[in-house]
């Protein structure tokens, strides 16, 4: 998810059901990142990922 969008994401996991639902945000906006910038922006998301696959 990016940043910009994250409070959308935290608003539709409550009506869904899912109050505190966990997710990763990287910077946004991600369309002009270059192939490199997307790997350093996954890169610096994998502790959360993997805390958030593996709680």
Same mark, same amino acid.
């Given at each position: !998810?990016? %940043?910009?969008?994250?409070? +959308? /994401? %935290?608003? !539709? /996991?409550?009506? #869904? $059901?899912?109050? $505190?639902? =966990?997710? +990763?945000?990287? /910077?946004?906006?991600?369309?002009? /990142?270059? *192939?490199? =910038?997307?790997?350093? !922006? ?8 993997? *805390? #958030? #696959? #593996?709680?």
């Amino acid at each position: !998810m990016t %940043e910009r969008f994250a409070s +959308a /994401a %935290e608003l !539709m /996991a409550r009506v #869904l $059901g899912f109050p $505190g639902y =966990g997710f +990763a945000t990287i /910077a946004h906006p991600i369309s002009s /990142a270059t *192939d490199d =910038g997307l790997r350093d !922006m996954a890169a610096s998301v994998i502790g959360r990922v993997s *805390d #958030l #696959l #593996l709680r």
